[in-house]
């Protein structure tokens, strides 16, 4: 041990050692030599051999095997926790270009935040299965997506015998208030799209389009929109540039227009639609 450049040397031999070194501003540094420089610290023999920097700074509990970050009561593998408002893990590589990847815990709120101008992917089973790209659209089975939601199941999957298939599956639930009034309940609420006028020409524009019924080999139907019962219902006008042909007995019933006059109140007038005609 010297005193000039203090320094502690233990070894095996001249090529084998663990040296530590004291600078005179109290900075300490550690070095392991060797063909297998592992630093392995074994606390199995100590009745209370938790190991601690600053308290709290990285404290690591050897009876639960926890590490804790900012806290001396891990309750889990990895806890950590923050003085201050926010907890942030933040990870970036050589070619971050903003701050890199955050997650983080504000107060109660928790968000995975993606700071770079590029795709956040989720995925399972070894495969990204929803992404979303620095534009802000969500792809599920689409790791390119076009629209503010791009759903393309483009693999083939496995239907079980017996079973429905679908691509989208919705079911909600609600409470109804105890006073007031519900104007409506909806399962699915199509706002109309903004469209800002330019210099290109639009043909057509819907809030709802489907652009043709599958084609699949089937004892029925192939069906582009299929109400399975319940009444449809259409406030505004409807054009039906096909066919229209009934499957089943039953009645089309309408109201008629006349400016801002309805009528019948309820739809009293009807069509009949015979079982197989049209």
Known sequence: ITTTSPQLTVGYNSSNKFTTAVASDGGTTWAMLGTDADLNVDFS???????????????????????GIG????AYQLHLASGVVDTIITLTNSSTVAQGFYIIAEGQEAS???????????????AVKMTILGNGNVGIGNTAPTALLDVNNTATSAITAGANARVLNILGAFTEAGSGTHSRITG???????????????????????????????????????????????DGDVTIAGTLTGAGTGTFGYFSRSGTTITPATPADSISFPGSGA
């Open 71 to 74: 806290t001396t009561s891990p």
């Open 45 to 67: 023999g100590a009745t209370d051999g938790d190991f601690s920097i600053n308290t709290d700074d990285l404290f690591v509990d050897t009876s639960t095997g926890r590490v």
């Open 112 to 126: 995975l935040w993606q700071s770079e101008n590029s795709p956040l992917n989720f995925a399972t089973n070894n």
């Open 188 to 234: 699915i609420e199509i706002t109309p799209p903004t469209i800002t006028a330019g210099v290109a020409t639009v043909t057509n524009t819907a809030s709802l389009y489907i652009s043709d019924a599958p084609t699949a080999t089937v004892t029925g139907a192939n069906y582009s929109l299929w109400v399975d019962a319940g009444t449809a219902r259409f």
